[in-house]
């Protein structure tokens, strides 16, 4: 079964605007983290932001926040004030905790959504 | 720039060939995980390596392998290689690599392996 889906293949955003691209996920987990990545077309990924699942508050990182809805299991991310070259493939991933002995610390993605950015 | 080093950056190679892929994490971190992106696939977990020890395997074919020195480098070793082994191949370090923390991984530029 997927755990991550991302249901965005492809979106358009004009410069300087808000988008939203989705996220949601599947756990039986009660300790897990919802990371997002940017990779650009140079082909690198980069980390952008980070939600732990017993975190209270939204993330926020500059222009980059998550929208955190556990009882959805929706992890959606917000980049306000859009850029040209924020225009990249991005991200979904999740780790499952499985507590600290033995625990397994990889991350599982979801196939991505394309952003491009309009000037 | 993640602190993560991958060399090299892009290789050709032919069916049955073996070639290494190698690492240097970030300075401190202690666990070192290699993952497969391919069209098909998408991002692939195949391996995590913890302080030279091996923790975690994903879906790592048999002809590939791994492992982590004294110094905290990995190399992945990629043998009797296939057309359908063409990917890029990402290293990632992060301190614990436990699921217990908010321990986020830092991934390298990537090696692009093409297997004509």
């Known amino acids: 079964a997927q755990k991550i889906t991302q249901t965005q293949p492809g979106m358009f955003v004009q410069e300087k605007e808000a988008v939203t691209l989705d996220c949601t996920y599947d756990?039986?987990?009660?300790?897990?983290?919802l990371f997002w990545y940017k990779q650009p077309s140079s082909g690198e990924m980069i980390f952008l932001i980070y939600?732990?699942?017993?975190?209270?508050q939204n993330a926020t990182e500059g222009r980059y926040s998550l929208n955190f809805q556990k009882a959805r299991k929706s992890a959606n991310l917000v980049i306000s004030a859009s850029q040209l070259g924020d225009s990249a493939m991005y991200f979904c991933?999740?780790?499952?905790?499985?507590?600290?002995?033995?625990?397994?610390?990889?991350?599982?993605f979801g196939k991505g959504t394309k952003l491009s950015v309009k000037p | 720039d993640s602190g993560v080093t991958q060399t090299p950056k892009h290789l050709i190679t032919a069916t049955g060939q073996r070639v290494t892929l190698r690492c240097s994490p970030r300075?401190?971190?202690?666990?070192v995980y290699w993952y497969q992106q391919s069209l098909d696939q998408g991002l692939q977990f195949l391996i995590q390596?913890?302080?030279?020890?091996?923790?975690a395997k994903g879906n790592i074919l048999e002809r590939f392998s791994a492992q982590q020195f004294p110094d905290l480098h990995s190399e992945l070793n990629l043998s009797s290689l296939e057309l359908g082994d063409s990917a890029l191949y990402f290293c990632?370090?992060?301190?614990?690599?436990?699921?217990?923390?908010?321990?986020?991984?830092?991934f390298g530029p990537g090696t692009r392996l093409t297997v004509l």
């Open positions: 990632a370090s992060s301190v614990e690599g436990t699921a217990s923390s908010t321990d986020t991984q830092y």
């Open positions: 756990t039986s987990d009660q300790s897990y983290g």
């Open positions: 939600q732990g699942s017993y975190d209270e």
């Open positions: 991933a999740m780790r499952e905790g499985r507590g600290y002995g033995g625990s397994q610390g990889n991350l599982i």
């Open positions: 300075s401190g971190d202690l666990s």
């Open positions: 390596y913890y302080n030279g020890e091996e923790r």
